[in-house]
């Protein structure tokens, strides 16, 4: 008997691509697709990596697409924005070996700066997309990307959700399949794009879309379930599980082909059912399609375009019963920085001096939270750089008051280019590269200038500092946060000069430290001040009995004994 094993949606689809004999395996972290690449890594005889941005990562699988290997690309769905350029014109080239691209859409944006839909991107880019429902057919959508990629000779995208790709369902475990590296041919006309060739190579890519779709009606993957005839649902992914529960009844038209669709299989679908529903979380892709071909059905007019959808949500707007989900009456606990974190230090004192902050992507945007509030602006990846730029050529004083703030790792994803930027284009203005040397809100991922690989093999580190001298920045200075003082100096004094400043903020996030600690305590000196308060840590408490320091989260970071006028804070140690 096969053994079947409990897997994670991500899980799930890395084990499909292990299994369909994937060679390459190439990524940028980021939440809900973090964990794809992560247990890719596990496997000896995938090559895997974190490449700095989610392009450098499509653009190195699609090498290795060409030469031949079978290769898988993850991302999450605002990582695709950063690989559109490659995406769009690797469908035009096509591939070698088989290219699968596994985006990660976020419902509800628990993680994410907003609610794309990759599968808006997919049709503009004309690459096909599978959609699975759970983990095993997360597992099987992989394998069958590969072999759909090689057949029509296209990249392919694999759609997770969130849910899919964070909850848990029986998986059967298959072996790996033997499959050599393509032989590699020159053919200037097929993967060189210039205008005479790209022109050619669309008219391949439009009859490509066109016979995917009419083979699509006969894909296994797309399947009627039959019941009532009074109500048919059309759905895929997750969605599809919500709706067997809340419409048990129902017939179903599954989609495992969202992209192009199979039309001749749902305009037979639609015909045997009086009432024909699209399901369909975020925008109505499915809904817009299918009418532009001239099949009658409901959609958007009844569903939200927001949020993830629900059992109880299918079944309230589809039949007009089921109550609304209430929550129950608690306080709201929203994401706050560790307590140690080594990112508190920076937003307290820029915090301190009213500065205007331009923020980024990272475990530093809940520097925006209160009590700190120490953040004005997040946009993408590295924008932060370029805003600061903006703000000094919009408002010839701004240098003085504004500054921007980055992580390591999204400074070598995308903020490099933007401090090019900012010295060629002679701005002035003051940016704080916040070193916790690792990639932290994706689950602490090696990146170039940890000095370890996503096996933790020792590679060349990349040192920051020398970066910035090199793009032609002469005022340079390392500071550790821990040290407030320092750090409120070293920002003053950055804010008077007239070019560009870079202050890096370097010390290790606490969670890599793996000590304990035995944690600070109140004594009877405490005046209530309150001043240890507008540090925003968790492990300080005012309750009923006054101050107080939860010595289980404490660890000793020493910002509150630092703010304390009154030597109120006391005791710690290593246990």
Same mark, same amino acid.
């Given at each position: ?160 959700t969130t849910r899919v790709a964070h909850s848990q369902s029986l998986v059967t475990l298959g072996a790996r399949e033997n499959v050599p590296l393509r032989p590699y041919e020159k053919n200037i006309a097929k993967y060189v794009m210039m205008p005479a060739n790209a022109r050619v190579r669309h008219t391949v890519v439009e009859a490509r879309m066109e016979k995917l779709s009419e083979d ?6 797309? =399947?009627?379930? @039959?019941? !009532?005839?009074? &109500?048919?649902?059309? $759905?895929?992914? *997750?969605?599809? #599980?919500?709706? %067997?529960? +809340? ?57 939200? =375009?927001?949020? @993830?959808? !629900?059992?109880? &949500?299918?079944?309230? $707007?589809?039949? *007009?019963?089921? #109550?609304?989900? %209430?929550? +129950? ?69 701004a240098h003085k008051h504004t500054v921007a703030v980055i992580g390591d790792s999204t400074f070598i994803h995308s903020g490099i280019t933007g401090l090019i930027d900012a010295v060629y284009n002679k701005a002035r203005i003051t940016l704080l590269i916040l070193d916790n040397r690792t990639t932290g809100m994706t689950g602490h991922q090696e990146h170039p200038a940890t000095g370890k ?64 600690y035995s944690g600070f305590k109140v004594n009877d000196r405490c005046k209530k001040c309150r001043a240890c308060l507008k540090l925003g840590c968790p492990a300080i408490v005012n309750g009923e009995k006054g101050i107080t320091i939860d010595v289980s989260l404490c660890t000793e970071c020493g910002l509150c004994k630092s703010v304390c006028k009154f030597g109120a804070i006391e005791g710690?140690?290593?246990?």
């Open positions: 008997m096969a053994e079947k094993k409990l897997l994670l949606g991500d899980f799930a689809v890395a084990r499909g691509a292990w299994e369909a004999g994937v060679r390459v395996a190439t990524a940028y972290p980021g939440t809900p697709s973090t964990e794809i690449t992560e247990e890719l890594a596990r496997y000896d005889d995938v090559y895997s990596e974190w490449s700095p941005n989610e392009k450098v990562a499509l653009e190195a699988g699609i090498g290795a697409s060409i030469r031949g290997a079978r290769t898988i690309v993850s991302m999450k769905h605002v990582g695709l924005n950063v690989a559109c350029d490659p995406l769009f014109t690797a469908a035009y080239t096509g591939v070698n070996g088989g290219l699968v691209i596994a985006v990660a859409d976020d419902p509800s944006v628990f993680s994410s700066q907003n609610e794309q839909d990759t599968r808006l991107t997919a049709v503009s880019a004309q690459v096909p997309v599978l959609e699975p429902s759970d983990s095993e057919e997360s597992k099987e959508f992989a394998k069958l990307a590969f072999a759909l990629s090689e057949k029509y000779d296209t990249p392919v995208i694999l759609r997770m699509a009606n006969g894909f296994s993957i797309n =399947r009627i379930e @039959e019941g !009532s005839k009074e &109500l048919g649902i059309i $759905c895929a992914g *997750g969605v599809y #599980e919500y709706v %067997k529960e +809340a419409l048990p009844e129902a017939s179903v038209l599954k989609l495992g082909m969202v992209h192009p669709l199979p039309y001749k299989l749902i305009e037979t679908f639609a015909k045997g059912v009086k009432r024909c529903i699209v399901a369909e979380e975020l925008a109505p892709h499915l809904e817009t399609q299918i009418k532009a071909h001239g099949i009658a059905v409901e959609g958007k007019n009844i569903f939200p =375009r927001c949020g @993830e959808f !629900s059992a109880n &949500l299918i079944r309230r $707007c589809v039949l *007009g019963r089921g #109550e609304e989900a %209430k929550c +129950a009456d608690v306080p709201a606990r929203p994401p706050v920085l560790c307590s140690g974190c080594p990112h508190r230090g920076v937003f307290y004192t820029l915090s301190k001096l009213k500065l205007t902050v331009l923020g980024d992507i990272g475990c530093y945007t809940l520097g925006a939270v209160p009590p700190l509030s120490a953040m004005d602006a997040v946009i993408c990846m590295g924008a932060s750089v370029g805003m600061a730029v903006g703000f000094d050529k919009a408002d010839p004083e690989t996503i096996k933790k093999e020792p590679t060349h580190e990349l040192d920051l500092a020398a970066v910035c001298r090199a793009a032609g920045v002469e005022d340079v200075v390392t500071v550790d946060p821990g040290d407030l003082a320092a750090t409120e100096a070293a920002v003053k004094a950055a804010l008077a000069n007239e070019g560009v400043s870079v202050i890096i903020a370097k010390r290790p996030c606490v969670l890599l430290t793996k000590k304990l710690g140690g290593e246990q």
